[in-house]
């Protein structure tokens, strides 16, 4: 079973302030995808990372796949009231696991005016 | 706005009952996987559709099955509801090609099993 862990479960911060979140595995992933889940809606995909030591930046965000392709970062700087939400990772093995993502349990995030 | 719609919004059933929940995938897209949210945890992989075929299956019972239509639309099916089913269920759309599987998500579905 191929389980990504995810930390810290909670995060809550004044606006401004910089964040990392992490996504940790011991297995290696074809792909890692980011995920922005509000309540009572679906995940909206942020960004895909498929390289090992890839980084990708979204404005503010800046995505980071481990070298060895089994974990992950998220980092927010300046982070506003509107980063609010659960941010999700998730990882696809590919092979006979092409197409089926496993997910880390989320972080949530508050952002504080 | 992913252009995954799917339906009903919110659902109360009893336990016992049997239910059917409907996605519509996005415009060029051929994959349709379900995902189990449970309240404070991350999205759990049900199954995945590709061509009107069960393309992988997680770990969940016979009781929850699925079908995908020629217009790439599906639908997940529950029988002898439990109370422990009662979560958001996600459809997610994806175009199968290349290395990686980008999978964009619907609104979901709130299942209540009292």
């Known amino acids: 079973t191929q389980l990504l862990e995810q930390s810290p479960q909670f995060l809550s911060i004044q606006e401004g302030e910089n964040l990392t979140v992490y996504c940790n595995s011991s297995?290696?992933?074809?792909?890692l995808q980011w995920y922005r889940q509000e309540p009572g809606e679906g995940p909206v995909l942020l960004v895909t990372v498929v390289t090992g030591g890839e980084v990708k930046k979204l404005k503010r965000l800046t995505f980071q796949f481990g070298d060895a392709r089994k974990d992950s970062s998220l980092h927010i700087t300046a982070a506003q009231p509107g980063d609010t939400g659960l941010y999700l990772c998730?990882?696809?093995?590919?092979?006979?696991?092409?197409?089926?993502?496993?997910f880390g349990q989320g972080t949530i995030l508050t952002v504080h005016p | 706005e992913t252009g995954v719609t799917q339906s009903p919004t919110h659902l109360i059933k009893t336990r016992g009952q049997q239910v059917t929940l409907r996605c519509s995938s996005q415009?060029?897209?051929?994959?349709v996987s379900w995902y189990q949210q449970a309240l404070g945890q991350g999205p759990q992989f049900i199954f995945q559709y590709y061509r009107e075929e069960e393309n992988g299956r997680g770990n969940f019972p016979p009781r929850f099955s699925g079908l995908q239509f020629p217009n790439y639309s599906s639908e997940l099916n529950v029988n002898a509801l439990e109370l422990d089913d009662s979560a958001l269920y996600l459809c997610?759309?994806?175009?199968?090609?290349?290395?990686?599987?980008?999978?964009?998500f619907g609104p979901g579905t709130r299942l209540t099993v009292l």
């Open positions: 415009s060029g897209h051929n994959t």
């Open positions: 297995s290696v992933f074809s792909s």
């Open positions: 998730a990882g696809e093995t590919g092979g006979t696991s092409y197409g089926k993502l496993t």
């Open positions: 997610a759309s994806s175009k199968t090609s290349g290395s990686y599987n980008e999978q964009f």
